[in-house]
């Protein structure tokens, strides 16, 4: 069955591999792995570029290094979204004194990764470049597409779960069938820890 895979890139990242050492991860050699089955001839990658945080100012450049790994998968795409800061009054947890407390902090929100999926997950669809949608996700916030994709398109769509302990009860009552990925698989679908591309070698990050 030809398969398009659709990746909610800071979903499986917080789902799935976040404080793991398994963050070098190959997502061609993931995917092949739980669809055994499938010929996958693109994987499309949703993310936001990462700014350095004063915790962790190396963070961006871990990030383009992962990136650059990805780019060495030959039907890998990368679609970007952003970043959106703005300041806000947001309430403290005060269970002593009985009164809300505020405070005004500067609030991060990853923007346009999910439209973008959704949006490619259709029009692909609509334009028959698939017979199967593979969906690595546990937001239900994209229920919506995958209902379209299986009652307007007739179309299967299987949801790789990054969270196999708390999955979406929408994202599985819609899908044609939920895989969770598990730590085992993971670690058996890591990069090299030494890459080579069209610039020269590079190496995982020491310190990830």
Not at 54 to 78: C, M, V
Request: include cysteine; charge should be positive.
């Amino acid at each position: 069955m030809i398969t398009y895979v659709y990746v909610d890139g800071f979903n499986l990242y917080y789902g799935a591999v976040k404080g793991t050492p398994y963050k070098w991860l190959n997502i061609l050699s993931l995917c092949q792995k739980l669809l055994p089955k499938n010929n996958i001839v693109k994987i499309k990658y949703f993310t936001a570029l990462v700014a350095a945080r004063p915790g962790d100012p190396d963070q961006p450049n871990r990030q383009q290094i992962y990136l650059r790994a990805l780019r060495t998968i030959p039907n890998l795409e990368i679609i970007y979204g952003h970043f959106l800061e703005h300041p806000v009054n947001m309430p403290l947890v005060d269970s002593l004194s009985g009164k809300t407390k505020y405070a005004y902090v500067m609030k991060t929100e990853e923007k346009g990764s999910d439209v973008n999926l959704a949006a490619h997950m259709i029009n692909d669809g609509y334009k028959g470049l698939y017979q199967v949608a593979a969906l690595v996700s546990n937001d239900s916030d994209l229920v919506e597409p995958v209902k379209i994709v299986r009652s307007e398109l007739n179309l299967a769509v299987i949801v790789l779960n990054p969270r196999p302990k708390s999955p979406s009860h929408e994202l599985r009552k819609y899908a044609t069938f939920v895989k969770p990925i598990r730590k085992g698989v993971l670690a058996a679908s890591q990069f090299a820890d030494r890459l080579t591309d069209a610039e020269g070698t590079f190496h995982k990050p020491p310190r990830w």
